[in-house]
């Protein structure tokens, strides 16, 4: 990196400690408050929490029941009394059957487990691209990171399986096919892998990534019963809801959150996402019909599913590490081009600002960013065809 930019080696080592600093000061603030609520019970409320008591329905024989907003939100005050809020249950039989297992343990076991587990192969996968210390500094601060530890979520694991997968992708087809599939604990977060892997002909891939998603789907169902399919179903009409009228928009980086944002029709916000989406849909298929590197297909590939489903939170926000890292990698080995480092750091700071401007001034930063940096990422691209082209 030239020092003549203005974000230079000095400041790529001071900003991620002072944001470490930030976290820190914050965590504290946090934790003061709750531990001072009337009534505190050493019970800290997350998502992770909600993981936590859904897997008790599991292990008690009352998996559907989950899926039943009264009867989520009466066991979560049994344990948290006077909560507020709603809470509801959305997710697959696939991810249902993957969490159960923390129903076992105590609360906070279950938190240090599965973020623990989240957090290693998500940093495993990242240090694959770049593996120096001072990227492990900008991982270490990144706020998709913390975004995820602080409500207990599991955008860190979803990145990771399709971080890992496209590592594998050349050398371990058959390993690539599992990790993909394994992304049926949120479908639609691997819409684009198909389109993906039949742009290049990963026939064997895409064979076992199918029966992964067979196989998992399958046994979850079996465990759990076959009424969580029928209850699965009819939440989905419950988040659709929930979405169309905006009131989770702030926490949505979509293209159909930012017009419900601005209170668009919903005809109108639909249409504007399916253009947006569509666009993703065509760049993947281009990128990865050309001859361009692994790095630049993978970045391309995980932008452009923050793009194509209208539900979509902000701590799934962790996928843009990878995008980040595939894309610092191409500009330290082929060059910087203009604009290229401001856009992947907006894209590192979107996660700590996308909520808040949302909040504040009815603003959804999410898809123009992540828009700039499918942008700088295709911009890359086709340079690095036409260089292809010309030895």
Known sequence: MSDLHWLNAIRLRTYPRMFLLLYAIIGLGALWYWTHQPGFSGFIVSDLAVFWIVAQFSLSGHAADAYLPAQ??????????????????????????????????????????????????????????????????????????WINLLTGQNGMLTAALAGAGLLALRQQPTLAGVLIGLLALKPHLALLFPVALVAIGAWRTLIVSAVTVFVFTGIGVLYLGTATLGAWA?????????????????????????????????????????????????????????????????????TATLLVSPYLMEYDLAW????????????????????????????????????VLAWLFRIQMGPWVIAALMWVTMRRARAEKRWRAAR
């Open 234 to 302: 009819q939440s989905l009409e419950l988040a659709r809801t929930i979405m169309e009228a905006g009131k989770t928009a702030p926490m949505m980086p979509t293209m159909f959150a930012m017009m419900r944002l601005i209170n668009a029709p919903l005809p109108l916000a639909y249409t504007m996402h399916a253009l947006m989406a569509v666009a993703a849909t065509v760049a993947v298929w281009k990128v990865w019909r050309s001859d361009v590197s692994d790095e630049l297909k993978g970045a391309v590939l995980m």
């Open 72 to 145: 989520l939100h009466l066991a979560m005050a049994q344990i948290a009394p006077g909560i507020q809020g709603a809470y509801g249950w959305f997710y697959p039989p696939t991810f249902y059957l993957l969490i159960t297992p923390l129903g076992l343990l105590s609360y906070w076991a279950a938190y240090v487990a599965f973020m623990g587990i989240s957090l290693v192969g998500y940093v495993s996968a990242l240090r694959r691209i770049l593996p120096g210390k001072e990227a492990m500094w900008g991982l270490a601060a990144f706020p998709g990171v």
């Open 320 to 355: 843009l590490g990878f995008p980040i890292a595939w894309g610092v990698q191409a500009g330290l080995r082929s060059g910087w081009m203009h604009g290229d480092r401001e856009v992947l750091l907006a894209a590192w700071l979107l996660p700590l600002f996308t909520v």
